[in-house]
């Protein structure tokens, strides 16, 4: 949907991406993979290049949130305001809902009387109860809307423009991402641009429960690290650190069916995982040796998804700058597979944002910038994996 002219610039700036990585880093993408056991089982992945059917009258803009409901349905959320000048009168309602062949089945969202509509749309999500939030990043994104699957306005948690920081407990400021955990029926929010927090409301009535930064402290902002010299800078993937004492940039959360919450901390490059009360397990970090100006925009965690097994045994990370999803060991964090590479063909990757996994295993990955797409990747079932 883009024109040769733009899909050819993105190439181009894809290709001096990956050799300036080789050059630079000399084979750091291979160091930063962990020895994989021999034989060890892990899930397949194929893409369907055919899905989703958007109507031919419309076409995306930046794609940045996806979440699958109880009928296999996939529900995306997209940016009107990001599609070119020309394609104006072609754009796409911000809200699509598609059945699990790709077929369109609704669409709708946009400003309206009662509730305030994101400035920039960021996150959906479609809870247990069959409700759909929604999240921006804009600067005036100060809450969360909650609608029925019609798009009929249900409840706002926040107020536009009104937030008083990462202590405020009635706003938000430019959430990310957000997730109920049915057992608690509590909402889980990934506060994490304009906060650096996690915040949890009852998801009924938007009463204000916790919250808590990294490593479960009390959230604050960040101190920016010194800058070092190229020259004498140590490579990231060298370091032994805790990394950032507060988060960086919280981009998503996700609570498992054991009731662990796990924080993709982008900017921070790791993942933190936590119980539902915000106590700190542990955290991993995922290539970490990805730094700006050499590996995009430096920032890897963008979101985070489980396997569909009962035990949820896999983790998968979306490493946003490397164009790649990492498969882990969710209890232990090893890093056991990775599939993807920056491009703009059908499995390749420009500027993964937001992930989610269907009932069958299916996982389905958005891109925002000049990705501006949703992709389905069809669980292909079990391969195993060669030792290195």
């Not at 104006?88 to 669409?107: C, H, I, R, T, W």
């Not at 998804?305 to 999803?325: C, G, M, N, T, W």
């Not at 944002?353 to 925002?368: C, R």
Request: charged residues 20%; proline residues 5%; aromatic residues 10%.
């Amino acid at each position: 949907m883009k024109s040769n002219s733009r899909r050819s610039v993105a190439r181009a700036a894809i290709a001096a991406f990956v050799l300036t990585q080789s050059a630079v880093f000399g084979g750091a993408t291979a160091l930063a993979q962990a020895p994989q056991k021999a034989g060890r089982e892990v899930p397949k992945f194929e893409v369907d290049p055919a899905w989703p059917k958007l109507p031919a009258k419309w076409v995306f803009g930046q794609v940045s949130s996806v979440s699958i409901d109880e009928n296999g349905h996939a529900w995306v959320l997209q940016r009107p305001s990001s599609v070119r000048a020309d394609q104006k009168g072609l754009v796409a309602p911000p809200v699509l809902e598609f059945d699990e062949s790709g077929n369109y089945v609704q669409g709708w969202g946009g400003p309206g009387e009662g509730y305030d509509w994101p400035e920039i749309e960021h996150g959906i999500y479609v809870d247990p109860k069959g409700f759909v939030w929604l999240g921006g990043n804009g600067k005036t994104d100060n809450h969360l809307v909650k609608f029925t699957k019609a798009g009929k306005f249900v409840m706002q948690i926040g107020h536009k423009s009104q937030s008083n920081g990462n202590l405020d407990t009635q706003n938000v400021k430019e959430a990310a991402d957000t997730f109920v955990y049915a057992k608690t029926n509590e909402l889980f929010v990934a506060d994490g641009y304009g906060n650096n927090r996690i915040i949890v409301f009852d998801a009924d009535t938007g009463a204000f429960k916790r919250m808590w930064g990294a490593f479960g402290k009390e959230p604050a902002s960040p101190v920016a690290s010194p800058k070092v010299a190229e020259a004498s800078r140590i490579p990231a993937k060298e370091l032994n650190d805790e990394g950032p004492a507060q988060f960086s940039t919280v981009h998503a959360a996700r609570v498992s069916n054991d009731g662990l919450v796990y924080v993709s901390d982008r900017a921070g490059k790791r993942v933190q995982v936590f119980t539902i009360d915000g106590k700190y397990v542990t955290q991993k970090f995922i290539d970490r040796w990805c730094e700006a100006p050499h590996c995009g925009n430096g920032q890897t965690v963008a979101s985070t998804a489980f396997s569909q097994d009962p035990e949820q045994k896999f983790l998968y990370v979306a490493s946003r700058s490397p164009a790649r999803i990492w498969v882990l060991d969710r209890k232990t964090l090893e890093l056991l597979d990775s599939f993807g590479r920056p491009g703009v063909a059908p499995g390749e990757f420009y500027v993964i944002h937001h992930m989610n996994v269907d009932a069958k295993g299916n996982l389905y990955v958005t891109e925002v910038q000049d990705g501006k797409r949703v992709q389905k990747f069809v669980f292909k079932g079990m391969q195993t994996v060669a030792g290195k």
